[in-house]
DNA sequence: TAATAAAGTTGCTTTTGTCAAACAGATTTT
DNA sequence: AAAATCTGTTTGACAAAAGCAACTTTATTA
């Protein structure tokens, strides 16, 4: 891939910036006696509970051998870690940490929460929220495993202000890029957004996102329109969140809020480009009905098919 | 301010991973024999131009006096730098670079590029602008000087998908934080919207984005109601962003493309509460016109008032 | 003018990290 | 099965990075 000089500049000169940060944020290690190595093999040993070596340390880490070898010395005698022999293999020991080193640990964590308070006490609570959002993003763009899991979204019934908005730009701009659509197919989501925001009632119709953070990164809605049938709309997962489940979490929630309301039919229109959204409907029960439009024959509380 | 719980851990994990990261990012330093402080204090002497001082860099750098001096002798040894005794003070020198340093700084830029260019070049180019936005975002957070100038924001003419979803959610986030309106007025704003969009047309309709980096932070519109009459709609500026003049600039191009037009008259429609926007359409030649209606008296091309 | 302070330097020390060799157990080769 | 090779870890020697305290020189102040 071709990299963006502009990108370049700005990494560098984050770079830059966050070198003299990280003085102030880890000067705690300083005073408990500690080198930023140490700091990280204890961390990464914590993290690896149970079945770290000294091999896997340095391959993870990148840090010298002989260097760590006396790193975890020290360790052994100020007793914050065991070593206990492996069975397969007479050369490696398996180390964990101690209650102590654990605590220690702990002790850290608390010392270096204290500086980052310091750090973020002069700023207003939105600030704070976007900080944490932008090196969320950082770190989520340059880790390699960089799959959000289910856990790290959560999942919001209510529409506040803003969110109609951006749920339509999200619709805009994905459909813009994804499916070649233009503007006006912005003016048709609006139009259906004004229709339903006009007649928007809670106990007829349900809107579900996604968020990660507080950013919307997927919807689902389902509108009553009659008192037997229903139509879901606007079912969008942002592409940066595919794959892991979000959708067809929507889909469940969408079809158990159909089902309690009792609603006999779900119908929802598509078009034939959304190849992976049609994939999920027919697996969740849904048939094509005629033209562009699926019909879902839910499992209405009377038994009834429609 | 009090400081959330969540923001303090994703900052520490976000400092943890950057320590790690940090390593593969100044790796260049070392094939240059230079120390991560020789380094800063280059690229301080570099900001710094002319009137820097070892007092300075000290302050400034967080650095030992000692090691200093030492560092600022092996640069001198060098030829990176010069002094120059003070007239007003006989202990200290002014440090400045030398062409040799300044060509040895290029250099380091060049070989951090090579790094930081392995890091990006496995992103998409999506992702890349994307940490390179994150990366903004942190850094300017950060930094004291957290304001942001009238450079750093750049003007946009044209409607793409998405922006209208977009403004309207701007406009109903902000409105509900600042004014307290709920959802009814995102329906408003929806259906002004719709109309828009429905008979958008560039030769009479005409649209300002204000955006820093790829998001959007302010807009206006002039929208061709008649042969003669305009509305100016969607002013707003993110709080984020006010007060350093994006709102002036806004309606100034406003302002300019209604002339150009020759539409003799703007009218705009707003309530008692913006009180800063209505000062900004008074400092600019609006008059209150009954109601809740500002409408201004342009200067058409034949010069009439109307 | 003596005392004190400020700017910068030097000597000494500790901490941090690197490199190469050594060592011991595991694996492969002959 | 012994020799050779490989792998995981340790040790010794060393160099670079950074901090501390004493010291020199120039300014400022009482």
Redesign the pocket.
């Known amino acids: 891939m071709s990299v963006n000089l502009e990108v370049v500049r700005e990494v560098s000169e984050f770079n830059n910036y966050y070198n003299s940060l990280s ?1 102030l944020l880890n000067k705690h ?2 005073e408990n ?6 700091l990280r093999v204890l961390v990464k040993l914590k993290q690896d509970e149970e079945n770290s ?6 391959a993870s880490l990148g ?11 020290s360790f052994e005698t100020n007793q914050l870690i065991s ?1 206990r022999k ?1 069975a ?6 398996f180390l964990q940490l101690t209650p102590k080193g654990r605590k220690l640990l702990e002790i850290l964590e608390e010392s270096s929460g204290t500086s980052i308070r310091q750090l973020l006490e002069p700023l207003a609570p939105e600030q704070q929220h976007a900080l944490a959002g932008a090196m969320r993003t950082v770190r989520h763009i340059l880790s390699d495993d960089s799959r959000i899991s289910l856990d790290d979204i959560t999942f919001r019934r209510d529409l506040q202000p803003g969110d109609a908005g951006y749920l339509m730009h999200l619709h805009g701009s994905l459909y813009a890029k994804e499916a070649g659509y233009n503007i006006e197919f912005e003016t048709f989501i609006c139009k259906t957004f004004f229709e339903f925001l006009e007649t928007y009632n809670s106990s007829k119709d349900q809107v579900f996102l996604a968020m990660h953070g507080n950013q919307i990164i997927g919807s689902i809605a389902v509108l009553g329109h009659s008192r037997y049938a229903t139509q879901m709309r606007w079912f969008l997962v942002h592409p940066d969140y595919r794959g892991i489940g979000i959708g067809q979490r929507l889909l469940n929630e969408a079809l158990a809020a159909a089902r309690d309301k009792l609603f006999q039919k779900i119908y929802l229109i598509t078009t034939s480009k959304q190849e992976a959204a049609i994939r999920m409907f027919k697996k969740n029960g849904f048939r094509k009905s005629g033209g562009e439009a699926y019909a879902y024959v839910g499992i209405a509380a009377d038994g009834r098919e429609v």
């Open positions: 003085d290690l300083a006696n500690l080198s930023l190595s140490a070596t000294a091999g896997k340390l340095i840090i010298d051998g002989g260097y760590l070898s006396r790193i975890l010395k070593k492996s397969a293999d007479g050369r490696t020991w």
